[in-house]
């Protein structure tokens, strides 16, 4: 009714603004259609209702997130059917990693709480929804686009002292005999959890650990373990479990990764002059490649230590090393073996620290092989670095600085791609850009990733795919990177470890992995939680995939109450769905123009 009155008022001014003073009495019929005319297209502009809105029913979500399970309330879940039960509503509709219409599950088993499908679902029917829920969902900021009238039952149990393990952070793979640092993210749930400690196995043999304190409730602390990775060649599982007193959940007490112990390393790391540069450039190429890298650090004239372990190595080894490895990282003095080019057989990257005190900034990436992952890195907003003198023969610059923003150009990351890779980083204090965090963060990981990404093309991986990550979770998708630059596609088979379930032969699965762009990645959907040795190409591995996050105690990220921001669901009829309306108009349209004629009016 607002609509039409607005209509009418706006309708009826502009009919009287068209018609002189002198006119309006000499054509009170003509004025009076041409008012009609106008509301009626101000109506149809607000597509007005031309009658009262009938109700409509509303949908009932079930949170069916194995979420449920953590609260240390058994009877949630029962509370939660008898809530969806009594909320009224013609269709319920389950909700966690897919949405489906089905009745309540006996158990929640759900891999994850996402409400994305229901917003639309609902936005798209025109009918609010009463969710009921534990409170704890992946994307709630998405419920504030529900419609007006939806509604949130939010079942938040007591809790109870739970400690849960939510990250293992370190090397994918590793030489045997060298020393690794893994970091081990703890949690607590509602209750807070009890002192106890964390322990690291490999192929179920400790290998170290750590005690950790008692935590307050929705706490986390991270527990770094140090130690050296022994035993044979080969794909191992590596295992962290912690320990608390009164625990009540022991699904999330454990977390499982692969770990890949090599013979020997695939890419050698040598600093004559380590500082935090070197140090982060080490961290992101053991990251990208996820081969086993081994690092040489000199500390003084003649004296050489393994990163890492910090044990003393001899300058031959090392000399034999550098002329041995696939994949080189020479930083400092480049030249301190002699001609670094003739001396190293495969791919190779040069970074010298420049000496000077100038300041440059980056700029831009221009055409190169590089090109595709630094397009896009924000140039404008990453820190100062110094930058030395360019390399002469090189065929491209992967990324250009100016010095003070002027145009004192020149490069900073430069290559040539034949015979063999060579990068020349001419810059240092990029570690800025990692310590600035962020953005920042994320550019200096790209820059080095990309650097390193490339130097690996020649090399071909006898397996023609593997998992991206150590470990995933279940209710995740699992990433595959490709094992070939120049693959498109790959075939992994996949064979679950069933030795518990007492099933000598499992079945198998065969994945086609299709690989996208330049990224080289490829992603399947969610796996159960459990071991799997893989096949792909001609080599073998290992993917583990771990409890869902919703094992994770995390706090409740909505509460009960009326909910939704959008436009009230309605069915009343609508302007714009009146065929006779449009005739009405063009008659009136019409008469008006008729009797304009008749009383001598253009």
Known sequence: MVLWLLAALAGSAAAVAQYRFGVRAKAPIPLALRASVFTIGFALLFDAPIGPASSVGHYVALDASASWQVAGNAALWTDARAAAA?????????????????????????????????????????????????????????????????????????????????????????????????????????????????????????????????????????????????GDPGFRILRAVVTSAGDAIARNDTLTASLEVARGASAVFISTAPDVDAREALAVLRGTLAVPTRGYLRVAPGQWRVEGSLASVAEADVRRALAEAPLVFLHGDTAIFGPPRALTHGSLALMAPSGRSEEYYAMAAPPSPLAAALGALPWDSLPPVEVGDPSKDAEWTAVTVRRARRFDERPMISGVSSPRRIAVIHASGMYRWRLRGGRSAEA???????????????????????????????????????????????????????????????????????????????????????????????????????????????????????????????????????????????????????????????
Request: glycine share 12%; net charge neutral.
């Open 86 to 230: 009594g909320a009224g509503g013609d269709t319920l509709l389950l909700v966690g990693d897919s949405l489906r219409v089905g009745a309540a599950p006996a158990t929640p088993t759900d891999g994850a709480s996402r409400v994305a499908p229901l917003v639309e679902r609902v936005l798209g029917a025109g009918r609010p929804v009463v969710l009921v829920t534990d409170g704890r969902i992946d994307d709630a900021a998405r419920l504030a686009e529900l419609p007006a009238g939806s509604k949130v039952i939010a079942l938040d149990g007591t809790g109870a002292r739970d400690a849960a393990l939510v990250s293992i952070d370190g090397p994918a793979a590793v030489v045997a005999g060298d020393t690794a640092e893994f970091s081990v993210v703890v949690s607590s749930g509602a209750a807070g959890a009890a002192a106890g400690r964390v322990e690291l196995t490999l192929a179920g043999v400790s290998i170290g650990g750590a005690a950790i304190d008692s935590f307050v409730p929705y706490a986390e602390r991270e527990v770094k373990v140090r130690t050296a990775i022994g």
């Open 444 to 602: 200096f990981t790209t820059v080095w990733g990309s650097v390193f990404d490339w130097m690996t093309g020649d090399a071909t991986d006898n397996r023609a795919a593997r998992p991206a990550t150590p470990w995933v979770r279940a209710g995740e998708p699992v990433r595959w990177r490709r094992g070939s630059p120049r693959d498109t596609s790959a075939t992994v088979i996949l064979r679950p470890r069933s030795a518990a379930r007492g099933n000598a032969n499992p079945h198998a699965d065969t994945l086609t992995l299709q690989f996208a762009g330049a990224t080289g990645i490829a992603e399947t959907p969610p796996l159960a939680p459990g071991v799997y040795d893989l096949h792909s190409g001609s080599g073998d591995g290992l993917l583990v995939v771990n409890a869902s996050a919703e094992w994770l105690p995390r706090k409740p990220s909505v509460v009960s109450g009326a909910i939704g921001g959008g436009a009230p669901s309605d069915r009343a009829p609508r302007a714009r769905m009146a065929w006779w309306l449009y005739a009405l108009l063009l008659g009136a349209l019409c008469g008006e123009w008729v009797l304009r004629r008749k009383v001598g009016l253009r």
